[in-house]
């Protein structure tokens, strides 16, 4: 068995999607400072690294993150490398059989990007008509190793998954991995009402 950790490390200078602010560390001095215990206080956004959207995030009177199933974040999943290419063929996920309740992840190595600290502008994401597709094939949630599942001047990704309670898993470090089946165990913070939260991400090979 294999276990593949596909989460960006979370830090201050860290790559963040244009616009947000940057995780910021302090040193949180306890009251009892004779036991030499350290506490840490962390001020980050809840879209922050590998990271999970809720229905919340664009729906706000639908499901937050701390309502979302575990099973829609857990189970097989099918790692698609895209990478290399300017465009994703649909033509190539009508191919792969199995897609029902199951975990969709595009690798297009902007994780790899994100990880050296380059932020991309022209990073690659599904078209439409891709989308509407893994939506009709039930998929119970799609992965990205981008900031986004939509390009920074165009949202139509996001609308096409939330509103059919389909959890979108961002910032994945897939350098490790390749094309092919995996387990998928991937766990939000269980943030109360938030339309999102940081993400412990990986796959599992046996």
Known sequence: MQIFDISLTIHPTMVTYPGDPK???????????????QSTKLVILSHIGTHVDAMTHLYRSSIPINMITLESLTGNAIVVDVSGTEKMNIDYFRKIEG??????????????????????EKYLVPDKEISKYLVSQQIKAIGIDSLSIDSLDMVKNHPLFLQENIPIIE?????????????CVCLPLKLKNVDGAPARAILIKF
């Open 171 to 183: 910032g994945l470090y897939l350098e490790k991995v390749t094309s092919g089946w995996y387990f």
């Open 99 to 120: 897609l029902k309740n199951s975990i969709v992840i595009l690798k297009t190595n902007e994780g790899s990007n994100l990880e050296k600290g380059i932020f991309n």
């Open 23 to 37: 995780p910021v560390f302090t040193l949180h001095n306890t009251s009892n400072v004779s036991n030499n215990f």
